[in-house]
């Protein structure tokens, strides 16, 4: 083959690998920044957990992993430990204010909310990807939210759930903590009112 035949041939192949590269950056982009109402689902491997018809994934008791410290800022500028709800059961969503899933989930969060307070169930928000506070309590004014939600602008809170567990891989994305700050369950999907009490309907029965 000449050397002329062999050019055109590395410069394809070159060709091949930016958009290759380009395209894997993308879908990294995707994932990382942009609301979606899906992501990657669990179960599996080496995993403890295996996901439902109903797209929620759950752990076992005595197979979950413990929730990572989520600590810090509320968009509201107030300090929370998720930690100082242990012996509750605690409902994370993770959620932003440009996230039209978001916006679609929060009036019934909210419903939810209210009505198992009583029960020993308290919601916490995690606001990620919105560039000031200023957007995400724009975002709870409109829509009624009155649970605390931690200001998680780059995505740090996120990160500190460990691979392979139920961790949250999307936007928006559910979790619920058992009483003992255990992950017990997984969305990673926008819910609806009646899927969302669903989801926390098992853990809230354990003893």
């Avoid at 500028?77 to 059961?89: A, E």
């Avoid at 961790?167 to 928006?172: F, K």
Wanted: hydrophobic letters at 40%; a positive charge.
């Amino acid at each position: 083959m000449s050397a002329a035949s062999r050019a055109p041939m590395r410069s394809n192949r070159a060709h091949r690998r930016v958009v290759l590269t380009t395209a894997g950056a993308a879908v990294a982009a995707l994932l990382m920044s942009a609301c979606s109402s899906g992501g990657t689902s669990g179960g599996g491997g080496d995993t403890n957990f295996v996901m439902g018809k109903d797209g929620i994934s759950t752990a076992k008791k005595g197979e979950r992993a413990v929730a990572p410290d989520l600590s810090g800022k509320t968009v509201d500028g107030k300090q929370l430990d998720v930690t100082s709800y242990k012996g509750k059961i605690v409902v994370l969503n993770v959620w932003g204010s440009w996230c039209p899933p978001c916006r679609a989930e929060a009036p019934g969060f909210e419903k939810v909310s209210q009505d198992l307070q009583r029960k020993g169930v308290q919601f916490v928000g995690i606001n990620t990807r919105d560039t000031s506070t200023a957007s995400a309590r724009a975002f709870e004014e409109k829509y009624g939210v009155s649970f605390p939600s931690l200001y998680d602008p780059t995505g740090k809170l996120m990160l500190r759930f460990k691979r392979g567990t139920l961790n949250p891989q999307a936007i928006p994305s559910t979790l619920v903590l058992d009483r003992e700050g255990k992950i017990a369950a997984r969305s990673l999907a926008a819910l609806s009112d009646d899927k969302l009490r669903k989801m926390i309907a098992p853990v809230l029965a354990e003893k």
